[in-house]
């Protein structure tokens, strides 16, 4: 883990050259709807065990995009992440956040819909304390196969340890952080992502706080390559708390360009596409995207893009795509995050103004 971050570092400094410059401390990030007051939730329904994962002894966590209407109510539940590819828990995590209740949300001391919240419901049999004997022979056998570049031998004992029974939260981080390591010696950096971010995503505390804050400095060295820039910056926010980076830690100093870059009126492109890798233990149907700037437009499209879902802190909407597509989104929207939906394996660009 600490070959990747550090193989990284130089290319940190290096981006957008042009635009950014070395500066002395990060500048505050842009506020949108700021006034809003986040509600608190007033019932927290349970979720369902479902009786499959429940016979076989596994845990597991959902990820769901959704929003809150000015009754409290929840209302748009989208799954955005799982930690099992099979999707046992989806539907007993959906039904469950679909009963909750909040307090009606505020903007500007006035009710208002609060839109694209992100909530994780976990589903726990018994309190992990950590893996099985036989998980433990497994983490090490996939972690020398990486070690000496065994890949496929690698993949094939993660599918293996993400079927089998009993397994906990503890051992599905495990499992998506050697996923990450195994992707990233592989040199699938947009792979490496999506399981680093899977590693530290169970709830917390599954992992020691070292190989947390080693994922964390990976995943945004990671995320600078690939120009998740936004997604970059949330990853600076948790290291900070966890082990904040020395103001030398080149980290840091990449965290400084980022915010620069943000206000800069020079475009960048960002390379994307739609899940198809075959050796992906869980897929998802979509492009995610939270954009750094308010304007965006999507280009040089290989497949076909169907449509387009916006998530922003007070509206939502989806569009049919069509070719030329560019949005921007109004300030009293707040933050958005951006779904691409379309056939799998679709490339495209998503080109920031």
Request: proline fraction near 7%.
């Amino acid at each position: 883990m600490k070959t990747i971050a550090l193989r990284l570092l130089p290319f940190l400094l290096a981006i957008a050259p042009e635009i950014c410059s070395a500066a002395d401390e990060t500048p505050p990030p842009i506020e949108y709807a700021k006034n809003f007051v986040k509600p608190k939730a007033i019932l927290q329904v349970p979720p369902r065990y479902p009786d499959r994962a429940a016979r076989a002894g596994k845990e597991g966590w959902v990820v769901m995009r959704y929003s809150i209407e000015t009754d409290g109510s929840v209302s748009e539940v989208v799954i955005v992440d799982s930690s099992d590819y099979k999707g046992v828990f989806g539907d007993a995590a959906v039904a469950s956040l679909k009963n909750w209740r909040y307090q009606t949300p505020m903007l500007d001391g006035k009710p208002a819909r609060k839109c694209n919240n992100r909530q994780m419901i976990t589903f726990v049999l018994d309190p992990p304390v950590g893996g099985g004997a036989i998980f433990a022979k497994k983490d090490a056998a996939i972690r020398n196969h990486i070690k000496n570049r065994r890949f496929d031998e690698a993949e094939a004992l993660i599918r293996e340890a993400h079927e089998s029974k009993g397994l906990n939260l503890y051992e599905i981080d495990r499992l998506y952080l050697q996923e990450g390591a195994l992707n990233a010696a592989r040199g699938d950096d947009v792979a490496a992502i999506r399981a680093f971010t899977r590693a530290i995503s169970g709830g917390g505390g599954h992992l020691s706080k070292e190989e947390e804050v080693l994922i964390l400095r990976s995943l945004f060295t990671l995320q600078i390559k690939e120009q998740r820039f936004a997604a970059a910056l949330d990853t600076f926010g948790r290291l900070n708390v966890l082990d904040a980076p020395t103001a030398d830690d080149p980290i840091r100093q990449a965290a400084v360009k980022i915010e620069q870059l943000r206000s800069s009126t020079s475009p960048f492109a960002v390379e994307a596409q739609i899940d198809s890798n075959p050796n992906a233990v869980a897929q998802r149907p979509f492009f995610d995207y939270t954009p750094l700037r308010r304007e965006i437009g999507i280009t040089d499209v290989s497949g076909a893009v169907t449509k387009l879902s916006i998530a922003c802190d007070t509206t939502t909407a989806t569009v049919d795509f069509e070719p030329g597509w560019s949005w921007k989104a109004p300030p009293s929207w707040g933050e958005c995050s951006i779904f691409v939906y379309g056939t799998p394996g679709t490339t495209f660009q998503i080109v920031e103004y």
